[in-house]
């Protein structure tokens, strides 16, 4: 079955460009394995941009008053669903069926698709990722989709799990960790003093989490989150899971500076640290 649907996002009343470039973009909704940073494995799910699965969500990105043409397939064997978060959007695909949905993002911003369906344990199982909607082609923009994973409930696929007994023995960004993370450049902050920068964050995990930046203040810019506004200025930011926020960085000195989890079991991957959600960015003079 192929169904369509339009949908106006982020504004109600504006003029859509003749000359508006269209963006297209395949999902595929693909099963697979996940490996940690430890080797680890355990059941996965996630969207990517082809039938061939990948343990990291397809970032979909355009430009503001872009027309994005998103067609989700399901590529597994029982049904899935596709949400925007903060929409009316919901759709259900059967196994090997796809939908497709138009959008007209009329400013920046960061934006959570998901798997809807029993939520959350698709979910958790790894379906949901992020639209990222730029204000221009030359913004220098990294984009970061938090997860953590607690190996037994992807084992039992998510079935007759007690959320009030998750600990999780792992956490990424992106499906990495510390120090795989140091290698992904749309994770690791590598400019110059003065730069401009875009960090797109979306936290897909069901754990709160809190993002430290040392040596800098940055301002959101976007925020559909439950503790964060628009032009806060902070070194902190706090995510419930389906928390969204762009924040801009505008370096002011050269050096290296980490970025953790305030939550300092965040930062390891299966009692080892600091094997989770870490990095180091290196700011150049």
Same mark, same amino acid.
């Given at each position: 079955?192929?169904?369509?649907?339009?949908?106006?996002?982020?504004?109600?009343?504006?003029?859509?460009?003749?000359?508006? =470039?269209?963006?297209?973009?395949?999902?595929?909704?693909?099963?697979?394995?996940?490996?940690?940073?430890?080797? =680890?494995?355990?059941?996965?799910?996630?969207?990517?941009?082809?039938?061939?699965?990948?343990?990291?969500?397809?970032?979909?990105?355009?430009?503001?008053?872009?027309?994005?043409?998103?067609?989700?397939?399901?590529?597994? =064997?029982?049904?899935?669903?596709?949400?925007?978060?903060?929409?009316?959007?919901?759709?259900?695909?059967?196994?090997?069926?796809?939908?497709?949905?138009?959008?007209?993002? =009329?400013?920046?911003?960061?934006?959570?698709?998901?798997?809807?369906?029993?939520?959350?344990?698709?979910?958790?199982?790894?379906?949901?990722?992020?639209?990222?909607?730029?204000?221009?082609?030359?913004?220098?923009?990294?984009?970061?989709?938090?997860?953590?994973?607690?190996?037994?409930?992807?084992?039992?696929?998510?079935?007759?799990?007690?959320?009030?007994?998750?600990?999780?023995?792992?956490?990424?960004?992106?499906?990495?960790?510390?120090?795989?993370?140091?290698?992904?450049?749309?994770?690791?902050?590598?400019?110059?003093?003065?730069?401009?920068?875009?960090?797109?964050?979306?936290?897909?995990?069901?754990?709160?989490?809190?993002?430290?930046?040392?040596?800098?203040?940055?301002?959101?810019?976007?925020?559909?989150?439950?503790?964060?506004?628009?032009?806060?200025?902070?070194?902190?930011?706090?995510?419930?899971?389906?928390?969204?926020?762009?924040?801009?960085?505008?370096?002011?000195?050269?050096?290296?500076?980490?970025?953790?989890?305030?939550?300092?079991?965040?930062?390891?991957?299966?009692?080892?640290?600091?094997?989770?959600?870490?990095?180091?960015?290196?700011?150049?003079?």
């Amino acid at each position: 079955m192929h169904k369509r649907a339009l949908i106006f996002l982020f504004s109600f009343v504006f003029f859509i460009s003749l000359n508006a =470039t269209k963006v297209f973009q395949n999902l595929f909704i693909n099963r697979g394995i996940l490996t940690t940073v430890k080797n =680890t494995t355990f059941p996965f799910l996630a969207f990517n941009s082809t039938s061939s699965y990948t343990q990291v969500n397809t970032v979909v990105s355009c430009l503001k008053n872009d027309t994005l043409i998103i067609n989700v397939t399901n590529n597994d =064997t029982t049904l899935h669903g596709f949400k925007i978060k903060s929409t009316s959007l919901a759709f259900t695909i059967n196994p090997s069926a796809n939908i497709t949905c138009t959008l007209y993002p =009329t400013q920046r911003g960061v934006f959570v698709y998901y798997d809807h369906l029993a939520y959350p344990r698709n979910t958790y199982m790894g379906l949901a990722g992020m639209i990222a909607v730029k204000d221009k082609a030359s913004d220098k923009v990294y984009f970061w989709n938090l997860k953590e994973h607690l190996t037994g409930y992807n084992q039992q696929l998510g079935y007759a799990v007690n959320w009030n007994n998750y600990y999780p023995d792992y956490f990424t960004i992106n499906g990495k960790s510390f120090s795989q993370l140091q290698l992904d450049p749309t994770v690791k902050i590598s400019n110059q003093v003065n730069d401009t920068i875009y960090i797109y964050v979306t936290n897909t995990g069901q754990s709160m989490h809190s993002l430290h930046f040392h040596g800098f203040h940055l301002t959101s810019v976007y925020a559909d989150a439950k503790l964060i506004k628009n032009n806060w200025i902070k070194d902190t930011w706090g995510l419930f899971s389906m928390d969204a926020v762009v924040l801009r960085l505008v370096p002011d000195k050269k050096g290296q500076y980490s970025v953790h989890d305030h939550n300092l079991v965040a930062i390891t991957g299966g009692n080892t640290h600091p094997n989770g959600m870490f990095t180091i960015m290196q700011i150049n003079p």
